[in-house]
Protein backbone atom coordinates (compact mmCIF):
# COMPACT_ATOMS: atom_id res chain seq x y z
CA UNK A 1 0.00 0.00 0.00
CA UNK A 2 2.53 2.64 0.98
CA UNK A 3 4.09 1.70 -2.79
CA UNK A 4 0.83 2.56 -4.35
CA UNK A 5 0.78 5.82 -2.20
CA UNK A 6 4.06 6.37 -3.56
CA UNK A 7 3.47 6.23 -6.59
CA UNK A 8 0.03 8.14 -6.65
CA UNK A 9 1.42 11.09 -4.55
CA UNK A 10 4.54 11.16 -7.06
CA UNK A 11 4.75 14.41 -9.54
CA UNK A 12 3.91 14.42 -12.64
CA UNK A 13 5.35 16.53 -15.24
CA UNK A 14 3.16 19.39 -16.92
CA UNK A 15 2.36 18.89 -20.73
CA UNK A 16 4.23 22.27 -21.03
CA UNK A 17 7.58 20.14 -18.99
CA UNK A 18 7.11 17.24 -21.37
CA UNK A 19 7.14 19.18 -24.85
CA UNK A 20 9.98 20.95 -23.19
CA UNK A 21 12.18 18.00 -22.55
CA UNK A 22 11.45 16.69 -26.21
CA UNK A 23 12.76 19.72 -27.48
CA UNK A 24 15.48 20.06 -25.81
CA UNK A 25 16.49 16.10 -25.86
CA UNK A 26 15.86 16.34 -29.87
CA UNK A 27 18.38 19.34 -30.29
CA UNK A 28 20.52 17.56 -28.38
CA UNK A 29 20.45 14.61 -30.16
CA UNK A 30 20.49 16.10 -33.28
CA UNK A 31 23.95 18.37 -32.50
CA UNK A 32 25.57 15.22 -31.25
CA UNK A 33 24.78 14.04 -34.78
CA UNK A 34 26.31 17.01 -36.18
CA UNK A 35 29.22 16.92 -34.44
CA UNK A 36 29.77 13.28 -34.34
CA UNK A 37 29.14 12.41 -38.00
CA UNK A 38 32.53 14.10 -39.15
CA UNK A 39 34.44 12.11 -37.32
CA UNK A 40 32.66 9.05 -37.83
CA UNK A 41 32.95 9.99 -41.74
CA UNK A 42 36.90 10.36 -41.45
CA UNK A 43 37.60 7.22 -39.40
CA UNK A 44 35.48 5.24 -41.98
CA UNK A 45 37.22 6.65 -45.03
CA UNK A 46 40.41 6.07 -43.98
CA UNK A 47 39.81 2.22 -43.25
CA UNK A 48 38.08 2.12 -47.18
CA UNK A 49 39.51 1.46 -50.41
CA UNK A 50 40.94 4.60 -52.01
CA UNK A 51 38.07 4.01 -55.00
CA UNK A 52 35.57 3.70 -52.87
CA UNK A 53 36.54 7.22 -51.43
CA UNK A 54 37.25 8.92 -54.53
CA UNK A 55 33.84 8.02 -55.85
CA UNK A 56 31.64 9.27 -52.65
CA UNK A 57 30.66 5.89 -51.54
CA UNK A 58 31.65 6.18 -48.09
CA UNK A 59 28.60 7.94 -45.87
CA UNK A 60 28.81 5.64 -42.41
CA UNK A 61 30.22 2.30 -42.46
CA UNK A 62 33.96 1.67 -44.59
CA UNK A 63 33.08 0.24 -47.76
CA UNK A 64 35.72 -2.12 -49.28
CA UNK A 65 37.74 -2.42 -46.25
CA UNK A 66 41.48 -1.13 -46.32
CA UNK A 67 44.30 -0.61 -44.22
CA UNK A 68 46.62 0.82 -47.52
CA UNK A 69 46.19 4.26 -46.50
CA UNK A 70 47.59 3.44 -42.98
CA UNK A 71 50.51 1.73 -44.70
CA UNK A 72 51.57 4.62 -46.77
CA UNK A 73 51.36 6.91 -43.65
CA UNK A 74 53.91 5.01 -41.82
CA UNK A 75 56.24 4.34 -45.17
CA UNK A 76 55.98 7.88 -45.39
CA UNK A 77 59.20 9.41 -43.87
CA UNK A 78 58.15 12.69 -43.76
CA UNK A 79 55.40 11.67 -41.82
CA UNK A 80 57.68 9.45 -39.36
CA UNK A 81 59.84 12.30 -38.58
CA UNK A 82 56.80 14.81 -38.10
CA UNK A 83 55.26 12.50 -35.42
CA UNK A 84 58.42 12.28 -33.77
CA UNK A 85 58.89 15.89 -33.60
CA UNK A 86 55.61 16.97 -32.20
CA UNK A 87 55.65 14.07 -29.73
CA UNK A 88 58.78 15.76 -28.83
CA UNK A 89 57.77 19.30 -28.88
CA UNK A 90 54.64 18.25 -26.96
CA UNK A 91 56.07 15.74 -24.62
CA UNK A 92 59.19 18.33 -23.11
CA UNK A 93 57.89 21.74 -24.02
CA UNK A 94 54.34 20.67 -21.53
CA UNK A 95 57.10 19.97 -19.04
CA UNK A 96 58.62 22.98 -19.40
CA UNK A 97 55.37 24.90 -19.86
CA UNK A 98 54.02 22.90 -16.12
CA UNK A 99 57.05 23.73 -14.51
CA UNK A 100 57.51 27.72 -15.29
CA UNK A 101 53.42 28.16 -14.60
CA UNK A 102 53.62 26.70 -11.60
CA UNK A 103 56.98 28.36 -10.26
CA UNK A 104 55.34 31.68 -10.94
CA UNK A 105 52.10 31.00 -9.68
CA UNK A 106 53.25 30.37 -6.77
CA UNK A 107 54.85 32.90 -5.25
CA UNK A 108 52.39 35.20 -6.78
CA UNK A 109 49.84 33.02 -4.46
CA UNK A 110 51.87 34.08 -1.05
CA UNK A 111 49.42 36.79 0.28
CA UNK A 112 52.96 37.77 2.49
CA UNK A 113 55.25 38.33 -0.75
CA UNK A 114 55.80 42.16 -1.73
CA UNK A 115 55.40 44.02 -4.96
CA UNK A 116 52.97 41.23 -5.68
CA UNK A 117 50.37 43.09 -7.24
CA UNK A 118 53.10 44.97 -9.24
CA UNK A 119 53.97 41.66 -11.00
CA UNK A 120 50.53 40.58 -11.81
CA UNK A 121 49.84 44.54 -13.65
CA UNK A 122 53.18 42.81 -15.41
CA UNK A 123 52.04 39.83 -16.36
CA UNK A 124 48.39 40.59 -17.38
CA UNK A 125 49.74 43.40 -19.41
CA UNK A 126 50.99 40.86 -21.69
CA UNK A 127 47.66 39.37 -22.26
CA UNK A 128 46.18 41.92 -23.92
CA UNK A 129 49.71 43.87 -25.69
CA UNK A 130 52.05 41.68 -27.94
CA UNK A 131 55.02 43.20 -30.15
CA UNK A 132 53.65 41.71 -33.07
CA UNK A 133 54.97 38.99 -35.63
CA UNK A 134 57.58 41.04 -37.29
CA UNK A 135 59.33 42.16 -33.55
CA UNK A 136 58.83 39.08 -32.69
CA UNK A 137 60.52 37.45 -35.61
CA UNK A 138 63.51 39.81 -34.93
CA UNK A 139 63.70 39.30 -31.16
CA UNK A 140 63.46 35.35 -31.87
CA UNK A 141 66.06 35.67 -34.30
CA UNK A 142 68.42 37.56 -32.22
CA UNK A 143 67.90 35.01 -29.92
CA UNK A 144 69.73 32.40 -32.45
CA UNK A 145 66.44 30.03 -32.24
CA UNK A 146 65.63 29.97 -35.57
CA UNK A 147 65.92 26.89 -37.27
CA UNK A 148 66.49 24.88 -33.60
CA UNK A 149 64.12 22.64 -31.59
CA UNK A 150 63.45 25.32 -28.90
CA UNK A 151 61.83 27.86 -30.89
CA UNK A 152 59.13 25.51 -30.63
CA UNK A 153 59.35 25.69 -26.90
CA UNK A 154 60.54 29.07 -25.50
CA UNK A 155 57.90 31.69 -27.07
CA UNK A 156 55.57 30.00 -25.25
CA UNK A 157 56.62 28.93 -22.15
CA UNK A 158 54.05 30.25 -19.99
CA UNK A 159 50.06 31.10 -20.52
CA UNK A 160 49.46 33.56 -18.46
CA UNK A 161 45.87 32.90 -17.88
CA UNK A 162 47.17 29.52 -16.92
CA UNK A 163 49.35 30.78 -14.10
CA UNK A 164 46.35 33.29 -12.87
CA UNK A 165 44.31 29.99 -12.90
CA UNK A 166 46.99 28.10 -11.01
CA UNK A 167 47.33 30.66 -8.97
CA UNK A 168 43.29 30.80 -7.59
CA UNK A 169 43.99 27.39 -7.27
CA UNK A 170 46.59 27.15 -5.24
CA UNK A 171 45.52 29.83 -2.79
CA UNK A 172 41.30 28.47 -2.72
CA UNK A 173 42.69 24.98 -2.16
CA UNK A 174 45.57 24.80 0.46
CA UNK A 175 44.58 26.10 3.52
CA UNK A 176 47.16 28.99 5.01
CA UNK A 177 47.54 27.14 8.18
CA UNK A 178 49.46 24.36 6.49
CA UNK A 179 52.11 26.81 5.32
CA UNK A 180 52.16 28.07 8.98
CA UNK A 181 52.59 24.75 10.65
CA UNK A 182 54.89 23.61 8.18
CA UNK A 183 56.67 27.21 8.77
CA UNK A 184 56.75 26.23 12.62
CA UNK A 185 58.36 22.76 11.89
CA UNK A 186 61.10 24.59 9.92
CA UNK A 187 60.05 23.66 6.76
CA UNK A 188 61.70 26.12 3.79
CA UNK A 189 59.84 27.31 0.99
CA UNK A 190 61.37 25.30 -1.45
CA UNK A 191 60.36 21.72 0.44
CA UNK A 192 57.10 23.37 0.64
CA UNK A 193 56.88 23.78 -2.92
CA UNK A 194 58.02 20.54 -3.98
CA UNK A 195 56.51 18.12 -0.70
CA UNK A 196 53.60 20.18 -0.43
CA UNK A 197 51.83 22.55 -3.25
CA UNK A 198 52.69 20.16 -5.89
CA UNK A 199 50.89 16.74 -4.34
CA UNK A 200 48.15 18.90 -3.67
CA UNK A 201 47.93 20.12 -7.27
CA UNK A 202 47.39 17.62 -8.82
CA UNK A 203 44.51 18.00 -10.59
CA UNK A 204 45.15 21.85 -11.89
CA UNK A 205 48.75 20.38 -12.92
CA UNK A 206 46.75 17.89 -15.15
CA UNK A 207 44.52 20.40 -16.69
CA UNK A 208 47.12 22.45 -17.15
CA UNK A 209 49.04 19.35 -18.81
CA UNK A 210 46.29 18.94 -21.15
CA UNK A 211 45.79 22.27 -22.14
CA UNK A 212 49.80 22.76 -22.67
CA UNK A 213 50.00 19.59 -24.75
CA UNK A 214 47.19 20.05 -27.19
CA UNK A 215 48.69 23.19 -27.66
CA UNK A 216 51.89 21.94 -28.83
CA UNK A 217 50.26 18.91 -30.80
CA UNK A 218 48.61 21.35 -32.68
CA UNK A 219 51.09 24.10 -33.19
CA UNK A 220 51.70 24.47 -36.91
CA UNK A 221 51.68 28.48 -36.94
CA UNK A 222 55.41 29.21 -35.64
CA UNK A 223 56.90 25.99 -37.36
CA UNK A 224 55.68 27.56 -40.24
CA UNK A 225 57.39 31.14 -39.55
CA UNK A 226 60.32 30.03 -37.84
CA UNK A 227 61.67 26.77 -39.26
CA UNK A 228 62.81 26.31 -42.72
CA UNK A 229 64.37 22.77 -42.30
CA UNK A 230 61.70 19.85 -43.42
CA UNK A 231 63.72 17.60 -40.90
CA UNK A 232 62.44 19.82 -37.70
CA UNK A 233 58.71 20.25 -39.08
CA UNK A 234 55.97 18.83 -36.77
CA UNK A 235 53.06 16.35 -38.20
CA UNK A 236 50.61 19.47 -38.00
CA UNK A 237 52.69 21.05 -40.91
CA UNK A 238 53.39 17.89 -42.78
CA UNK A 239 49.27 17.38 -42.18
CA UNK A 240 48.97 20.61 -43.72
CA UNK A 241 51.17 20.18 -46.44
CA UNK A 242 49.47 17.26 -47.61
CA UNK A 243 45.74 18.71 -47.11
CA UNK A 244 46.21 21.65 -48.33
CA UNK A 245 49.50 22.35 -50.14
CA UNK A 246 50.11 19.32 -52.19
CA UNK A 247 49.00 19.68 -55.72
CA UNK A 248 48.87 17.20 -58.93
CA UNK A 249 49.55 17.44 -62.40
CA UNK A 250 47.40 14.94 -63.70
CA UNK A 251 47.26 16.59 -67.07
CA UNK A 252 51.29 14.94 -67.43
CA UNK A 253 49.48 11.75 -67.11
CA UNK A 254 47.01 9.80 -69.66
CA UNK A 255 46.11 6.97 -68.27
CA UNK A 256 42.41 7.32 -66.44
CA UNK A 257 42.78 4.45 -64.49
CA UNK A 258 46.09 5.89 -63.10
CA UNK A 259 45.05 9.36 -62.65
CA UNK A 260 41.77 7.74 -60.71
CA UNK A 261 44.18 5.13 -58.17
CA UNK A 262 46.12 8.50 -57.94
CA UNK A 263 43.32 10.33 -57.08
CA UNK A 264 41.99 7.79 -54.40
CA UNK A 265 45.21 7.28 -52.71
CA UNK A 266 45.73 10.90 -52.19
CA UNK A 267 41.98 11.42 -50.36
CA UNK A 268 42.77 8.00 -48.48
CA UNK A 269 46.49 8.80 -47.26
CA UNK A 270 44.41 12.44 -45.70
CA UNK A 271 42.02 10.46 -43.95
CA UNK A 272 44.20 7.79 -42.41
CA UNK A 273 46.53 10.89 -41.67
CA UNK A 274 44.13 12.68 -39.93
CA UNK A 275 43.13 9.68 -37.79
CA UNK A 276 46.70 9.12 -36.97
CA UNK A 277 47.48 13.13 -36.10
CA UNK A 278 44.38 13.03 -33.84
CA UNK A 279 44.16 9.93 -32.21
CA UNK A 280 47.01 10.39 -29.65
CA UNK A 281 45.18 13.43 -27.71
CA UNK A 282 41.78 11.60 -28.00
CA UNK A 283 43.66 8.42 -26.21
CA UNK A 284 45.01 10.80 -23.49
CA UNK A 285 41.91 12.74 -21.72
CA UNK A 286 39.84 10.31 -20.63
CA UNK A 287 43.01 9.32 -18.26
CA UNK A 288 43.03 13.41 -17.70
CA UNK A 289 39.13 13.33 -17.21
CA UNK A 290 38.68 12.66 -13.37
CA UNK A 291 41.51 15.86 -13.16
CA UNK A 292 39.84 18.08 -15.27
CA UNK A 293 36.25 18.70 -14.41
CA UNK A 294 37.41 19.27 -10.66
CA UNK A 295 40.89 21.67 -11.72
CA UNK A 296 38.21 23.77 -14.27
CA UNK A 297 35.97 24.25 -11.52
CA UNK A 298 38.08 24.89 -8.16
CA UNK A 299 40.54 27.07 -10.72
CA UNK A 300 37.91 28.75 -12.61
CA UNK A 301 37.61 31.82 -10.24
CA UNK A 302 40.43 34.30 -11.13
CA UNK A 303 40.81 35.84 -7.64
Known sequence: MAILATKKNKIQDSAEDKVLYAVVNTFLIVFMLVVAYPLIFVLSSSFSSGEAVSAGRVLL???????????????????????????????????FNIAVTMICAYPLSRRDMQWKRFYMIIF??????????????????????????????????????????????????????????????????????FRIVLPLSKAIIAVMGLFYGVGHWNAYFNAMIYLSEPKRYPLQLILRQILVLNQINYNDMMDPELIAANIGMADLLKYSLIVVATLPILAIYPFAQKYFIKGIMVGSLKG
Not at 64 to 73: C, K, L, N, P
Not at 85 to 92: A, E, G, S
Request: charged letters at 10%; one cysteine or more.
Open 61 to 95: WPVDFSVRGYEAVFKHKNILTGYRNTLLYTVIGTM
Open 124 to 193: VITMYFGGGLIPTYIVINKLGLINTFWVMVVPGLMGVYNMIVARTFIMSTIPLEVLESAQIDGCSDVHYF
